[in-house]
Nanobody, 116 residues
Framework: QVQVVESGGGLVQPGGSLRLSCEAS????????MSWYRQAPGKERELVAR????????NYADSVKDRFTISRNNAINIVNLQMNSLQPEDTGVYSC?????????WGQGTQVTVSS
């Protein structure tokens, strides 16, 4: 059974940090492009960060560059998103995506709220 499960969300004050994790089961992420998306209330879902199967190539939304870092550990089928210097505009539901060819898997998402 294929599953993608996010964890690590929560409430944090502006300037704080959170580390999100995406754990996959039922398939190996090693050949998949892994991405984090977020959706803020009333807005469309947007790509936050992406890491290719080579583990070296990454892409970030301009709004999170130099603050967020995506990483992957294929051995334990986990992708992480380290988020630093969080701002209220980072609030949203963060979802993990695994993509390869015709396969496209999504998690349910984890809520991140940045507020004082």
């Amino acid at each position: 059974q294929v599953q993608v499960v996010e964890s690590g969300g929560g409430l944090v004050q502006p300037g704080g940090s959170l580390r999100l994790s995406c754990e996959a089961s039922g398939f190996s992420i090693s050949m998949y492009t892994m991405s984090w998306y977020r959706q803020a209330p009333g807005k469309e879902r947007e790509l936050v960060a992406r890491i290719l199967s080579d583990g070296l190539t990454t892409n970030y939304a301009d709004s999170v560059k130099d603050r967020f870092t995506i990483s992957r550990n294929n051995a334990i089928n986990i992708v992480n998103l380290q988020m630093n210097s969080l701002q209220p505009e980072d609030t949203g539901v963060y979802s993990c995506n695994a993509h390869r060819s015709m396969n496209d898997y999504w998690g349910q998402g984890t809520q991140v709220t940045v507020s004082s």
